[in-house]
């Protein structure tokens, strides 16, 4: 039970000091860190000033002042935009219009450590295809208008020229703050997959070691993107891209399997025995270990062949004896016999375990039979327009990604941080209806103009490419195309975008004028701007609070005096309430029913003294 005011200024970063100030707290002082005393808690292991010690790594112009810009508080919040989503009241999807560092900063406190999966396809650099600002302390319209990016109409005026001189470092820049916060959403068993070609993989691979470490980087899938062709080449045809994958925490990551295809089961489980009907076909793998396998002299023993032949393994076998004669007795084990008469041995992997779950398979580094010419295609049979979006990706080969990095039991949240046209919100909520799967999406896209009428900024064709798509399986469901189905499948979607903040932005003054100065501070008399809404600030309170947005929020009706609402979420055992009525009156407060850990947020001004003393000792007070 605590009383606290509210502001807007949480990044990742004060997380970080608290755990600091646990381990050191004779460091901190007025909230300020007293770095002598820091150096002398820290010991043998702060390496020393004069220290000739090189790190390896990649360094450019602007590295530091891109990590200073992740750490830095957003100066805006997220709001609703009811109408434009679909089943807006029981979706868990979200879609959020904002550039993405924002919101990157935004979902910090109440998704950090929640997502299993990013797959993100950012601009690849190749000379015209991107525009981020690199400056957050005012508006973003404000700064692109001013230095010359963004027309009065809002269309962008720049992209990033080869002929400039900071190429690489502009690019990195803008990938590396997003990559320190995407990292911090991540579980603790969450995995990162990131498109890139050859203009800037070699960099990417150097920065995610540094970010993510080099231990966590399980694998460089190569992309098969074309058939062929490739007459306009002038050396080599380019035949693919690659994707990045890196996990969280590799030593969590558990083994990795994907559903079987038909094709291999065809062509790998060709034989059947009498366990057919239960465990399908099986495939055969010898019993015999390999040379790279240890001495192990008690895997040395005779097996009897069919003919009551005593068959002995060369070197050792795989399995011990226990596990054997249990093979034998289940007739799991598979004798071949040569032509000069001899016994091999053979284990049988059927297609389904014993508890009739079928058997998954080992995925590939290389990805082959999913063009980029598919999802043009996937674009031309939803939009009719095959020019509506360059080169967005397949829907086929996200779904190979999320087969790799979620399981469709899991309820795991997926995040799109560069949403583009809307490949992966298609291939989840397609993998969803196939496999009855409950993953939940996390979309974002910058609103980006296109110069077209009917889709003035690429957000507006994401968002109609996800009512597509539902609409298209709702049908499919209708006609029982789709054999596998569930009552809970989420087909919908809530739309969000960045707005200014709700609350005031603090003005530096340094002048000596004392009207002026007066005047600063009655500006600031209340937090809040002029024409806040109660909903918007809402939205804002929870993202501070750590409640998510997929959070259930309930107006509570027994209230008469007061609006009050109830905001809960499975990420929490606590309750969030929320009054923003300029006077909460007596009768509401004896009348809410608060456990000792929820919290009451309201404005500080609609409280008496005796009120917040009341409340703060019985729940966790927040005032505003």
Same mark, same amino acid.
């Given at each position: $039970? ?5 502001? /807007? ?15 050191? %707290?004779?460091?901190?002082? @007025? ?27 990649? +360094? ?26 679909? =089943? ?51 508006? %973003? ?7 010359? !990016? ?13 002929? @400039? ?51 966590? #980087?399980? =694998? ?38 994907? /559903?079987?295809? !038909? ?91 014993? @508890? ?26 939803? #939009? ?9 990706? %397949? ?21 799109? $941080? ?21 993953? !939940? ?40 195309? #789709? ?49 806040? !809404? ?7 309170? $929870? ?36 009054? +923003? ?44």
């Amino acid at each position: $039970m605590s009383y606290e005011r509210l502001h /807007p200024t949480f990044t990742f970063d004060a997380d970080r000091l608290e755990q600091l100030k646990a381990v050191a %707290p004779e460091a901190f002082a @007025d909230g300020a860190i007293n770095w002598e005393t820091l150096r002398a808690a820290l010991g043998d292991h702060l390496e020393d000033e004069g220290s000739d010690v090189e790190h390896f790594g990649l +360094f450019w112009p602007g590295k530091r002042a891109a990590r200073r810009r992740a750490s830095e508080p957003s100066r805006g919040t997220l709001i609703p935009v009811p109408g434009e989503g679909v =089943d807006e009241d029981t979706t868990r999807n979200l879609f959020i219009e904002a550039d993405n560092l924002d919101a990157l900063k935004l979902l910090q406190k109440s998704y950090a450590g929640r997502v299993k999966m990013i797959y993100i396809d950012p601009p690849y650099n190749t000379g015209n295809d991107f525009v981020y600002r690199d400056d957050f302390r005012e508006a %973003p319209e404000d700064y692109l208008r001013r230095t010359g !990016q963004m027309g009065q109409k809002g269309q962008f005026l720049t992209t990033n020229a080869k002929s @400039d001189g900071r190429f690489h470092s502009t690019w990195l820049n803008m990938i590396y703050s997003r990559l320190l916060l995407a990292r911090t959403l991540l579980s603790e068993d969450g995995v990162i997959f990131i498109s890139i070609d050859d203009n800037e993989v070699h960099n990417l691979r150097q920065i995610m070691n540094e970010i993510f470490g080099e231990e966590n #980087f399980v =694998d460089c899938i190569i992309w098969k993107k074309r058939y062929g062709g490739g007459a306009k080449e002038k050396h080599l045809v380019t035949l693919h891209e690659y994707i990045l994958f890196y996990a969280r925490d590799v030593d969590n990551l558990e083994p990795i399997f994907i /559903p079987t295809t !038909q094709a291999s089961i065809e062509r790998y489980y060709t034989q059947t025995d009498d366990n057919h009907s239960t465990r399908g076909p099986y495939r055969t793998h010898p019993l015999e270990a390999t040379k790279s396998m240890g001495d192990r002299p008690n895997l040395v023993f005779s097996i009897t062949a069919p003919d009551g032949t005593e068959v002995w393994p060369r070197r050792q076998w795989l399995w011990s004896r226990e596990r054997v004669k249990a093979a034998l007795a289940d007739k799991e084990l598979h004798f071949l016999r040569s032509r000069d008469g001899n016994w091999s041995v053979h284990t049988k992997q059927y297609l389904r375990e014993k @508890d009739g779950e079928t058997r998954g398979s080992k995925a590939f580094s290389v990805i082959e039979s999913v063009y980029s010419q598919h999802g043009t295609n996937e674009l031309l049979d939803i #939009f009719g327009d095959a020019q509506l979006f360059p080169f967005p990706k %397949p829907t086929d080969l996200i779904k190979s990604l999320l087969q790799i990095g979620t399981h469709p039991r899991g309820k795991h949240i997926v995040v799109d $941080m560069f949403a583009g046209s809307g490949t992966t919100a298609q291939a989840i909520l397609e993998a969803n209806a196939q496999d009855s799967g409950n993953r !939940q999406m996390v979309l974002i896209q910058l609103d980006e103009v296109t110069g077209r009428t009917d889709y003035p900024t690429i957000p507006y064709i994401t968002r109609e490419r996800i009512r597509r798509t539902i609409e298209k399986i709702r049908n499919a469901r209708a006609g029982e195309l #789709f054999t596998k189905q569930s009552d809970e499948l989420d087909l919908g979607f809530h739309s969000y975008r960045f707005a200014p903040s709700n609350y005031k932005v603090w003005q530096d003054y340094n002048g000596e004028d004392m009207r002026e100065v007066e005047q600063t501070f009655d500006m600031f008399e209340t937090p809040l701007i002029d024409g806040w !809404q109660p909903a918007h600030l809402l939205i804002e309170v $929870m993202l501070q609070l750590g409640f998510p947005l997929d959070s259930r929020i309930e107006s509570l009706p027994h209230f008469i005096a007061n609006a009050v609402q109830r905001v809960t979420s499975d990420f929490h055992a606590h309750s969030l309430y929320a009054c +923003f009525d300029a006077t909460v009156s007596d009768e509401t407060i004896a009348a809410l029913s608060l456990g000792s850990e929820d919290i009451f947020v309201c404005l500080d001004s609609a409280l008496t003294d005796q009120t917040k003393a009341r409340l703060s000792d019985a729940c966790n007070l927040r005032t505003i």
